[in-house]
């Protein structure tokens, strides 16, 4: 089979350049691009009810947007000295590796491919769904099965995209970013007209009803950091980037302050439309917010969300594609998710994969559980990273580092990190939270005899085969 000389951004080398070397082809502003495009996707338009739910207030609601993003900035940064220093591409999956261990990574590689990923591509999907399908029951609740089958259809479509061409789904990429920053700028300048116009009722007593307590406030915290998750996106990717020292940070000083102030204005909007009733009853925020703005123009809002969910989603699954290809350079995963298409070019078994179980998981879930249960392993792992980030900064002070994070920032994002993980764990316990660790210990007993004692029995091996000439893929080539 046509198996060698192949690379993963779609262009083939010549027969003598025999090793996958990745272009470094991202520059600034596609970095920027390619962090705000991740991080703009599903959760502004889902997420601001469910944290309004959580504390009570608008006030409360503004300024856990305001702290969601403080805190991914902080988290950027550190990931931005993580990944000046670390050169690799893979983000967390790699830097765990290098800091902490092979078993940990493995541990990480494993949930993301069984359950982050997934998770996060079937509740896109599934608030994809709900504002396309919110536009045509207006006056009555959508029958779920309805939204569910939307769902589906929306991961089959992007899974056919991907799998189709690099190149087609970076062009969705650009189109979609396009549209969900024009729609959230509409949404923007009609909070503006309607706060000109003396709509300011529910920002006075903004605080009224507000909930406190460690339980609640980490759940909010949990909704809005899904809107804000995509700000460590590029450090999938930094194998590819250009001057990376240079730009890893810059990137991120940009793309994160511009979608917080993006976020929170757009909430702002929210609140001056809708009452906190109509937010807490609506089906879908952005179009109860467009019926009450735009009128007949609401489907303007609809469609925008779509691009941005659909293009959220893209992203998910472009640069998930990239994890499981350095993870399984490592030797932590079957090679068969690590194989590309021999003719057109796309990792499309990880894809194929990945898409199965997205489709598993939208049947029994709802979007806010899948946030809570993404976030809280989201945040083990951030927390985990960390960690192994600043023991190896205190033990190896000498290591040359070109972007420098002052040491106080990783120390605030490791304790945040705690309180997000244990606070829900304590004062709102749900045995979700205990299957998700059993689950992810479970990696254990694979790891056992796959990688460290590299068991591999024939069937796999010829399973593997066999899929291979199913799907037509082959190995790509491995780094030296
Ligand atoms: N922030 C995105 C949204 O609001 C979700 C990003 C999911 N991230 C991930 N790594 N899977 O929809």
């Not at 939204?147 to 799998?163: E, F, G, M, Q, Y």
């Not at 735009?294 to 989603?313: D, N, P, Q, R, Y």
């Amino acid at each position: 089979m046509n198996g060698k000389n192949m690379r993963l951004d779609g262009e083939k080398t010549s027969p003598k350049q025999e090793n996958l070397q990745l272009k470094r082809g991202i520059g600034l502003f596609s970095g920027v691009s390619l962090i705000a495009g991740t991080m703009i996707g599903s959760g502004i338009f889902m997420s601001p009810q469910w944290v309004l739910y959580y504390v009570g207030s608008p006030g409360a609601s503004l300024l856990i947007w305001a702290a969601c993003g403080l805190l991914a900035m902080l988290g950027a940064l550190t990931y931005a000295e993580l990944g000046t220093v670390i050169k690799e591409s893979g983000g967390d999956y790699i830097y765990i590796l290098r800091n902490i261990g092979s078993l940990p990574a493995f541990l990480l590689a494993f949930t993301s491919i069984m359950v982050t990923r997934p998770a996060s591509i079937a509740a896109i999907s599934l608030s994809f769904a709900e504002y396309v399908v919110a536009s045509f029951y207006q006056d009555c609740p959508m029958p779920q099965v309805v939204v569910k089958c939307t769902a589906a259809v929306c991961i089959l479509v992007l899974t056919i995209i991907n799998c189709l061409s690099v190149r087609l789904a970076t062009s969705f990429m650009n189109i979609f970013t396009t549209a969900k920053i024009l729609v959230l700028l509409v949404i923007i300048a009609g909070g503006m007209v309607l706060l000109a116009k003396g709509n300011t009722q529910v920002l006075q007593n903004s605080f009224e009803n507000t909930v406190t307590g460690f339980g609640p406030i980490g759940l909010a915290f949990y909704q809005g950091l899904w809107s804000y998750d995509g700000w460590n996106n590029l450090n999938s990717v930094t194998e590819e980037l250009k001057n990376p020292q240079v730009n890893l940070p810059r990137a991120v000083m940009i793309a994160i302050p511009l979608v917080t102030f993006i976020y929170i204005l757009v909430n702002v909007s929210y609140f001056a439309a809708l009452n906190p009733t109509e937010l807490l009853s609506s089906d879908a925020v952005a179009v109860s917010w467009g019926v009450k703005v735009l009128g007949t123009w609401t489907w303007l809002i609809s469609l925008g969300v779509a691009f941005s969910t659909c293009g959220s989603a893209n992203g998910v699954f472009f640069s998930g594609g990239r994890v499981c290809y350095v993870a399984a350079r490592e030797g932590h995963l079957p090679d068969i998710l690590s194989m590309v298409h021999v003719n057109r070019l796309t990792p499309s078994p990880a894809l194929i994969f990945t898409s199965f179980i997205s489709l598993i998981m939208i049947i029994p879930s709802d979007f806010s559980s899948i946030i809570n249960f993404f976030s809280f392993t989201v945040w083990l792992y951030y927390g985990v990273n960390i960690a192994g980030f600043l023991y190896v900064k205190i033990k190896k002070p000498d290591i040359p580092r070109p972007y420098k994070v002052p040491i106080i920032i990783p120390i605030i994002v490791l304790i945040a990190s705690v309180y997000l993980v244990v606070a829900p764990i304590i004062f709102s316990p749900q045995l979700g939270y205990l299957y998700v660790i059993l689950f992810i210990l479970s990696g254990t007993i694979l790891y056992i005899p796959v990688v460290h004692y590299k068991w591999s029995p024939k069937v796999f091996r010829s399973l593997t085969l066999h899929l291979q000439l199913l799907l037509e893929v082959a190995p790509a080539d491995k780094e030296q």
